[in-house]
C-alpha cells in the first residue's frame, strides 16, 4: 500500500508515556537502573521505597535520580499546552535491487554489513528486508521524521540547567513522537499487526513486527541519506531544515525509515571496506572523499 505524505502534530501529553526514560538519563549521566524512577508511583511511600532498594553508597546518586525526573515532570507539565510535537510520514511502493531500494521510482543506496557478530550470521543490509525487484511484486517502505517546536530549544536561554534539561526532554519527545506514529502505522494505517497488544514496557523495548532505523543510526549510519529522504517525505512541511551537512533543525528531531517484514531486525553496519565505500558513492553518484567525511566511523583502517 501507500499513501500520501502525512503530518501529524501532538501536544507534549499526548506522548509523555511514550517517552524512554533510559536515554534521557543517559544523557545526563546515569545508568539505565536509576530510569527505573519513572515507572515508580508519585506517593512518598512508593518512592522512598524506591530509594531505600538501592545500597546505601548508591542512594545519594538515586536521589538525584528521582528528583531530576521529578523536575523533568514538572518542565513537560509548564510546557504542555505552549509547544506541539510534529511528525510526518508516508508509506511508499518499494522493491530491492542488490544493496539499493527503490523508493517511488528514487534509488536509495545502501550499506551492508561486512563483519559477522557470530560465525554463521548473514551480512544484513536493510534491503534484505524488502521484496526484490525481480520478483514482480510491490512491497512497501515508510518513511518518517519527526521534530519538536523550534521555539522550545530557545527556553530558558538565561538558565544553563532549566535550557538543558528542556533540550533534552525536547530530543525525548521527538523519540516518543517517532515512537507513538510508528504504533499508529503498524496498528492502523499500514495495518499489517492490527491485533498488536504491547504494554508499554513491550513497546520501548521494541517486541513488536517491523523496525524504524533512524539516519545516522547503526543500520543507516551515513547522515547524508536525509537528503534523500527529504526529497520523499519534504520534511520541511514540519518545520525541519537540513544544513548543508543533513544535520536536521531542530536538533531535536528524528527521520528514518520503515519495515515492516517479520524478520527485520536492528543490526550495525560496522566497518566497511574501500571496495564497498567506491561501489556505494558510484551508487550514491557522489564523489567517495565527500561520504568518507560522513562515513568516517565505519571506514576500515
Given at each position: 500500500?501507500?499513501?500520501d505524505?502525512?503530518?501529524?502534530r501532538?501536544?507534549?501529553?499526548?506522548?509523555?508515556?511514550?517517552?524512554?526514560?533510559i536515554?534521557?538519563?543517559?544523557?545526563?549521566?546515569?545508568?539505565?537502573?536509576?530510569?527505573?524512577?519513572?515507572?515508580i508511583h508519585?506517593?512518598?511511600?512508593?518512592?522512598a521505597?524506591w530509594?531505600?532498594?538501592f545500597?546505601?553508597?548508591?542512594?545519594?546518586?538515586?536521589?538525584?535520580?528521582m528528583?531530576?525526573?521529578?523536575?523533568?515532570?514538572r518542565?513537560?507539565?509548564?510546557?504542555?499546552?505552549?509547544y506541539?510535537?510534529?511528525?510526518?510520514?508516508?508509506?511508499?511502493?518499494a522493491?530491492a535491487?542488490g544493496d539499493?531500494?527503490?523508493?517511488?521510482?528514487?534509488?536509495?543506496?545502501?550499506?551492508r554489513?561486512?563483519?559477522?557478530?557470530?560465525?554463521?550470521d548473514?551480512?544484513?543490509?536493510?534491503?534484505?528486508?524488502?521484496r526484490?525487484?525481480?520478483?514482480?511484486?510491490?512491497d512497501?517502505?515508510?518513511?518518517?521524521?519527526?521534530?519538536?517546536?523550534?521555539?522550545?530549544?530557545?527556553?530558558f536561554s538565561?538558565?544553563?540547567?532549566?535550557?538543558?534539561l528542556?533540550k533534552?526532554?525536547?530530543?525525548?519527545?521527538?523519540?516518543?513522537?517517532a515512537?507513538?506514529i510508528?504504533?499508529?502505522?503498524r496498528?492502523e494505517?499500514?495495518?499489517?499487526?492490527k491485533?498488536?497488544?504491547?504494554?508499554?514496557?513491550?513497546?520501548?523495548?521494541?517486541?513488536?513486527?517491523?523496525?524504524?532505523?533512524a539516519?545516522?543510526?547503526?543500520?543507516?549510519?551515513?547522515?547524508?541519506v536525509?537528503?534523500?529522504?527529504?526529497?520523499?517525505?519534504?520534511?520541511k512541511?514540519i518545520?525541519?531544515?537540513?544544513?548543508?551537512?543533513?544535520?536536521m533543525?531542530?536538533?531535536?528531531?528524528?527521520?528514518?525509515l520503515?519495515?515492516?517484514?517479520?524478520?527485520?531486525?536492528?543490526?550495525?553496519?560496522?566497518?566497511?571496506?574501500?571496495?564497498?565505500l567506491?561501489?556505494?558513492?558510484?551508487r550514491?553518484?557522489?564523489?567517495?572523499d565527500?561520504l568518507?567525511?560522513?562515513l568516517?566511523?565505519?571506514?576500515?583502517?
Open positions: 500500500m501507500k499513501t505524505i502525512t503530518t501529524v501532538y501536544d507534549i501529553h499526548d506522548l509523555a508515556e511514550y517517552i524512554n526514560w536515554y534521557f538519563f543517559h544523557a545526563w549521566g546515569f545508568q539505565p537502573r536509576y530510569a527505573a524512577i519513572a515507572d508519585g506517593c512518598d511511600a512508593c518512592r521505597g530509594l531505600a532498594s545500597p546505601e553508597a548508591e542512594r545519594a546518586k538515586a536521589a538525584e535520580a528528583q531530576l525526573h521529578k523536575e523533568a515532570v518542565m513537560l507539565n509548564k510546557i504542555d499546552g505552549k506541539k510535537v510534529y511528525a510526518i510520514y508516508r508509506l511508499m511502493e522493491n535491487e539499493n531500494l527503490w523508493l517511488e521510482g528514487t534509488l536509495f543506496p545502501l550499506l554489513q561486512q563483519t559477522r557478530v557470530r560465525p554463521d548473514p551480512f544484513l543490509c536493510l534491503s534484505d528486508f524488502v526484490p525487484l525481480s520478483s514482480g511484486i510491490k512497501t517502505v515508510g518513511g518518517f521524521a519527526t521534530t519538536i517546536d523550534p521555539a522550545m530549544e530557545e527556553e538565561h538558565d544553563d540547567y532549566q535550557s538543558l528542556i533534552t526532554l525536547g530530543e525525548r519527545l521527538a523519540e516518543a513522537a515512537e507513538k510508528h504504533e499508529t502505522l496498528k494505517v499500514w495495518g499489517y499487526a491485533d498488536e497488544k504491547l504494554t508499554m514496557k513491550q513497546l520501548l523495548n521494541e517486541d513488536y513486527q517491523g523496525i524504524r532505523p539516519v545516522g543510526y547503526p543500520s543507516l549510519p551515513d547522515i547524508s536525509s537528503f534523500l529522504l527529504d526529497k520523499l517525505i519534504d520534511m512541511r518545520g525541519i531544515h537540513l544544513t548543508e551537512n543533513g544535520m533543525q531542530p536538533h531535536a528531531s528524528v527521520c528514518g520503515m519495515f515492516a517484514h517479520p524478520a527485520s531486525r536492528y543490526f550495525s553496519v560496522g566497518k566497511i571496506d574501500e571496495e564497498q567506491m561501489d556505494y558513492a558510484s550514491r553518484k557522489i564523489d567517495a565527500v568518507r567525511k560522513y568516517a566511523a565505519n571506514l576500515q583502517p
